[in-house]
């Protein structure tokens, strides 16, 4: 292996172990939590509760409670629990 390369892979190496640099407060991460919920919710239960939207739709934060309220309305037991968890 050659130095500059060697070098190289010792550096990102070192920054593996490394606290992360992103500072995030307790509301910014529960957001971002809910967000990803609602996205793998929209994804799982698209055919039963959102058959008539673009399944490539991105949800946002803007889109939590609407999301949680199709879900609620027009999913099974399993779409009304994970409905129920989001927006608490």
């Not at 609620?72 to 629990?81: D, H, L, N, P």
Request: aromatic share 10%; net charge positive; proline share 2%.
């Amino acid at each position: 292996m050659q130095p500059a390369v060697r070098n190289y892979m010792a550096r990102i190496g070192r920054k593996g172990g490394q606290k992360s640099r992103r500072s995030l407060d307790s509301e910014e991460a529960k957001l971002m939590v809910s967000i990803r919920e609602a996205r793998r919710a929209f994804r799982k239960f698209h055919t039963e509760c959102f058959w008539s939207y673009d399944p490539t739709l991105k949800i946002a934060a803007d889109d939590l409670s609407w999301v949680k309220e199709q879900l609620i309305k027009y999913g099974g037991r399993e779409a009304w629990k994970m409905g129920s968890r989001l927006c608490r």
